[in-house]
């Protein structure tokens, strides 16, 4: 049998990938020590200054440049608007869908966990999703990115699914906020159309058609184990954590977020979050991808992001500043640009955050439908 590759988790730096700007000095241009001409004209005199003055703008131009590449170096070189894709479809709710479909979904996901990795792993291609997650927990969480981050990350499993897995649907979402009164009856915890219901009476592992995944990572390297969820019923947020992810609260952060970074604050560390800690198992960890829950429950936090953007898209479809990770691992409490790049350590193509603003364009092509 083949050596399965190990993972480093430490906080990817991923060196090779990121686009900086070179560092090398200035190279004289002559005019630190001028020789002074052999006689004194006032339109030489001029001329000097005003190459002295422009030799000093661009050197400050070109040094904040660097300064700001060396603390801040996921800006990626500008890329013209994708089209606008005049065929989007709506994503549906998956308790929607009817079971063949949901069987369609399901085993999709299955035949990732069969196919060869894309990373050049000793792994499978589903893999590759958790172990590029657990390489960029760090830089995409609790950060101005998360929200364009994941809306690509899902994106492009939904693609993986279709053109690897023959899937023949959409990506569905999880709307959580139906279930908020009875999460344990949720269609997605259905054992033979779901994904399974709580592991505890099995060693943490999920039962039902995801029962035989076997998951080959987490945080604390090449780990093969079976897929872990273990419900959380807290005294104070109730089983799952529901109390923090009902309808009213998620009304709440839609109708009172007045800006962006308060908008995605309230939603990543409010029901996102709860709802990771209330599923348990591999979900509340940097390997969370395990759990294929992850997506539909990503999807549904973009369904909420995009919503909140429909109610002033013209502001809206631009607004993106906040937090971000900088280099060691320190958080600068702003700095966050539209040019960022959204980095996928080769699992598809880099993009810009520009370039999944909108969902309606030839890269992503999706929408929802308006309702809550």
């Known amino acids: 049998m083949a050596t399965r590759t190990s993972i480093d988790t430490r906080p990817y730096s991923d060196k090779e990938r990121l686009l900086r700007s070179e560092t090398d000095s200035p190279t004289s241009d002559g005019f630190d020590n001028p020789t ?71 085993r999709a996901v299955q035949r990732l966990t069969t196919l060869p990795s894309r990373l050049g792993l000793n792994t499978s291609l589903y893999d590759d999703f958790t172990y590029v997650h657990i390489q960029l927990t760090w830089k995409v969480h609790h950060v101005a990115i998360s929200l364009p981050f994941h809306r690509y990350f899902v994106a492009v499993f939904e693609k993986v699914l ?18 908020a009164a009875d999460p344990l009856s949720s269609a997605v915890f259905n054992s033979s159309s779901g994904f399974g219901r709580d592991g505890r009476a099995k060693d943490g592992c999920v039962d039902g058609l995801l029962g035989g995944k076997v998951a080959n990572y987490s ?35 839609m109708e009172s977020s007045q800006t962006y970074d308060e908008f995605r604050e ?58 971000i990770w900088v280099e060691n691992e ?18 598809t193509q880099d993009v810009s955050v520009q370039q999944v603003m909108r969902t309606d364009t030839e890269l992503l092509c999706y929408k929802y439908k308006m309702e809550l």
């Open 162 to 179: 279709k053109d690897e897995g023959g899937y023949d649907g959409v990506m569905p979402y999880w709307d959580w906020t139906v279930d």
């Open 219 to 253: 945080e604390a390297g090449y780990d093969p184990h079976c897929v872990t969820r273990v419900f959380d019923d807290d005294g104070d947020d109730g089983m799952l954590h529901n109390k923090a992810w009902s309808g009213d609260v998620v009304r709440n952060i």
């Open 266 to 323: 309230r939603l990543e560390n409010g029901p996102h979050r709860h709802l990771h800690w209330g599923i348990g198992g591999e979900m509340p960890s940097a390997s969370s991808t395990n759990d294929p829950l992850f997506f539909l429950h990503h999807a549904q936090i973009d369904r909420l992001w995009w919503l909140w953007q429909q109610r002033n898209p013209e502001k809206r479809n631009a607004e993106f500043f906040g937090p």
């Open 330 to 347: 320190m958080l600068a409490e702003s700095g966050a640009g539209i040019l960022d790049g959204i980095k996928m350590l080769g699992l």
């Open 36 to 106: 002074p001409p052999a006689r004194s004209n006032p339109l030489t005199t001029i001329a000097l200054l005003a190459t002295l003055t422009l030799t000093l703008l661009l050197s400050i131009l070109t040094t904040t440049h660097i300064t700001h590449k060396s603390t801040h170096p996921f800006s990626i070189p500008s890329a013209p608007p994708p089209e606008i894709c005049d065929h989007a479809t709506a994503r549906p709710a998956f308790h929607t869908l009817p079971l063949h479909r949901r069987h369609a979904y399901v």
